[in-house]
Each structure stands twice: as structure tokens, then as C-alpha cells.
């Protein structure tokens, strides 16, 4: 299972890379498994600002969906469009073609609440 030491983490399996006052987010390599095939990546949220934890979009597999929850407060920028077409880029590439939002963040400072790629392995029982 992949789970990239410099990325955060949060316990509904979302995973975290920060830049600056900007956060990437997308779904992890384990939580895109449970899942089975994506077909569909909604975020209902872009351009608004929302708190930590609010639902912002949805990710339906074959069998599936399941809410997405805002990792860190602030203004969800952009979303990958790229998604509309290729849903799939999510199972392939989680960390990577697979992201989902980008989030200018309303306090940096929350991201300390994330955890560690250590942490995010014992979760999940890794």
C-alpha cells in the first residue's frame, strides 16, 4: 500500500500536500481500494469557503458513494477537471493525476490536527 511519507493525513482517508497557503487534496491509495472502480468524482464547493470537515463533494464507485470531507478550512480553489472524463485517474493515481481540490487555506495552523503518514499507517491497521 502507498502511503507517501511527506503527504498528511486524515482519518476519512483523505490525503493532504501543502504548499505555501495552499492545500492539495485528494482520496488515499487505500481508501480509492475500498471503493473499487471510480466512476464519478463530484465537488459541489468551488470558489466557496467552507469550515474543516464540511462535505464538499462525492466519490461514486460501482457500488458506492461516499461523501468527501474538507481536511482544513478555507476557499476551495480549484477542482480537477480533468476528473469529468477520467474518473478512473483516481484508482490509477491517487497521489497523483488523481487529486481532487486545491484549498487556499483560512488558518495553516490546522494542519498540525493532520496526521502523520506514520499515524495514517497504524489507522488502518498497516
Do not use: C
Amino acid at each position: 500500500m502507498n502511503i507517501p511519507s511527506d503527504l498528511k493525513y486524515t482519518k476519512d482517508h483523505e490525503w493532504v500536500r501543502i504548499e505555501g497557503d495552499t492545500a492539495t487534496v485528494g482520496i488515499t491509495d487505500f481508501a480509492q481500494g475500498e471503493l473499487g472502480d471510480i466512476v464519478y468524482v463530484e465537488v459541489d464547493a468551488l470558489d466557496e469557503t467552507l469550515e474543516k470537515e464540511a462535505v464538499f463533494g462525492t466519490v461514486e464507485a460501482v457500488k458506492t458513494v461516499s461523501d468527501l470531507f474538507l481536511p482544513l478550512s478555507g476557499e476551495i480553489t480549484a477542482f480537477n477537471e480533468s476528473l469529468e472524463d477520467e474518473p478512473e485517474k483516481v484508482n490509477s493515481d491517487p497521489y497523483g493525476e488523481g487529486w481532487m481540490i486545491r484549498i487556499k487555506l483560512s488558518d495553516p495552523s490546522e494542519a498540525e490536527e493532520l496526521l502523520s503518514a506514520e499515524d495514517y499507517k497504524e489507522l488502518i491497521g498497516g
